[in-house]
């Protein structure tokens, strides 16, 4: 409403990019939350879950990091004294949603057949085999989430960014709703169940680091592209 009924937005270019993150923003809330809705509605702890969990957390990290983002630029356009603050607030942001992000592996051992006959051979030729071993790469996972943004949020501070272009912004835009679109498809393929308890797919080391990368990935390039 303030975009399009302030007589003076001043650079439509800002105006562009606050609108084109809060259509993203509203978009991968919609559809996550249909998604979670979906996975909560799940009577067993089937080992698909937890990947599917971390795809559609993407678009849901995405979706916050792109409301704080929106909030950036409109700072910039209406109180610029006020961009650091928000920026930093977008980053801080981020870096929670991969932490979020990262803990589904945590409890990941949990899940899978529940059968002993069944589970000991199948857990053997899975990744996490392990509570320790889902909560020790669940604790990379999250040292890892927060390695992009931090660099980008420094550069903030020595107002170090690219200054938004009516090119940049779009590809920005495009890139961010497709990364939430993607994931949420994803996120419901992987909702589908094994025909057989011994079948079950569990978490695959490059789904996690993948989305948690991803996560992490997006903040620090929306903060180098914000005004």
Request: net charge neutral; with cysteine.
């Amino acid at each position: 409403m303030v975009l399009f009924t302030s007589p003076n937005p001043g650079d439509k270019t800002l105006v562009t990019l606050a609108t084109g993150l809060l259509v993203i923003a509203t978009m991968a809330s919609l559809t996550g939350s249909i998604g979670l809705a979906a996975i909560g509605a799940e009577q067993h702890e089937t080992a698909n879950l937890p990947p599917a969990v971390m795809y559609i957390a993407v678009a849901v990290v995405v979706s916050i990091v792109s409301v704080l983002g929106a909030f950036e630029v409109l700072a910039a356009i209406y109180v610029p004294d006020s961009r650091l603050l928000f920026s930093l607030i977008t980053g801080v942001g981020g870096i929670a949603g991969a932490y979020f992000t990262s803990f589904a592996v945590g409890d990941s051992w949990r899940t899978g057949p529940t059968d002993l006959a069944v589970r000991t051979p199948w857990l053997a030729n899975q990744w996490i085999k392990t509570p320790e071993d889902a909560y020790r790469q669940a604790y990379w996972l999250a040292i890892l989430g927060v390695i992009p943004p931090v660099p980008a949020m420094v550069f903030r501070v020595y107002d170090v960014h690219f200054k938004p272009t009516a090119l940049n912004v779009n590809i920005v835009v495009g890139a961010g709703l497709l990364l939430a679109m993607a994931c949420i498809f994803l996120g419901v393929q992987r909702t589908a169940h094994a025909f057989q308890n011994d079948q079950q797919k569990a978490i695959r080391w490059p789904e996690a680091y993948g989305t948690t990368v991803a996560v992490s990935l997006y903040t620090a390039v929306l903060l180098l592209f914000l005004p």
